[in-house]
């Protein structure tokens, strides 16, 4: 039993890492790593200021991964990741403005 589920999965990621492997499966696949290293990003930025910071690098790594993740929802025609990286994306774009509009002053924590 337990070898029949691990044929199935190894099957299954078989078919999908492997026998559908094109251009836009790599695509999605870098977009999602870019996206990812943002947290790495952060966390590198935050252990050397010894305090929690997120890094103006961190919203671009956010712009760049949910832009390019966006093009591969569209090309793939998938609404779930249209929908959640295109509004996601308006919140990356917004907080790099103000980041731009308030350059001179520091950023600021709201202790809630």
């Known amino acids: ?20 492997f094109d251009f836009w499966l790599a695509f999605g696949l870098v977009a999602q790593l870019f996206f990812t290293a943002r947290f790495l990003v952060q966390w590198i930025a935050s252990e050397r200021a010894g305090n929690s910071v997120v890094p103006m690098a961190f919203w671009f790594c956010s712009m760049g991964g949910g832009l390019m993740t966006l093009v591969y929802g569209v090309v793939k025609r998938e609404p779930v990741i249209i929908l959640g990286q295109a509004l996601a994306t308006i919140i990356y774009v917004r907080n790099i403005m103000l980041i731009w509009k308030n350059r001179g002053s520091a950023s600021r924590t709201v202790d809630r």
């Open 1 to 20: 039993m337990i070898i029949q589920y691990g044929q199935a999965l190894s099957n299954y990621l078989y078919d999908v890492f492997v026998a559908k």
